[in-house]
């Protein structure tokens, strides 16, 4: 079975920090686009960051640039969002997509974002819930 898995959401206080893993099964992570999405309460579902299939490219929203990074770590097949300085608009489930096949391009790039339908595989989220 080919799947990705998000864990490591909880309760922060502002100003906290905290790391998300996106692990995958059954599949490589090394080129294979993947982003971070996320959805607050009541809103649609957008793009934190995503990151392109050579591990380079990598485009951050502007509500999270600067406190949010994204690293790959290949042998653990587990993308990672470390988040900090956190802040309540924050709160929201967490999602981790992956594209279906391996160096294929998801238009991900250092200034553009992309969309829901370039990935194929979805995690069934993790909520992150910042408190003031």
């Known amino acids: 079975q080919f799947h990705v898995a998000e864990s490591g959401g909880g309760l922060v206080q502002a100003g906290g920090s905290l790391r998300l893993s996106c692990t995958a099964s059954?599949?490589?992570?090394?080129?294979?686009?993947m982003a971070w999405f996320r959805q607050a309460p009541g809103k649609e579902r957008e793009e934190v960051l995503c990151i392109a299939y050579n591990g380079i490219d990598t485009f951050y929203s502007e509500s999270v640039k600067g406190r949010f990074t994204a690293y790959r770590d290949i042998a653990a097949s587990t993308l990672y969002l470390q988040m900090s300085s956190l802040k309540e608009e924050d709160t929201a489930m967490y999602y981790c997509?992956?594209?279906?096949?391996?160096?294929?391009?998801?238009?991900?790039?250092?200034?553009?974002?992309?969309?829901?339908?370039?990935?194929?595989?979805w995690g069934q989220g993790t909520q992150v819930t910042v408190s003031s």
């Open positions: 997509a992956a594209a279906e096949y391996v160096r294929s391009g998801t238009g991900c790039t250092t200034s553009s974002a992309t969309s829901e339908s370039a990935y194929y595989f």
């Open positions: 059954g599949l490589t992570i090394n080129a294979r686009g």
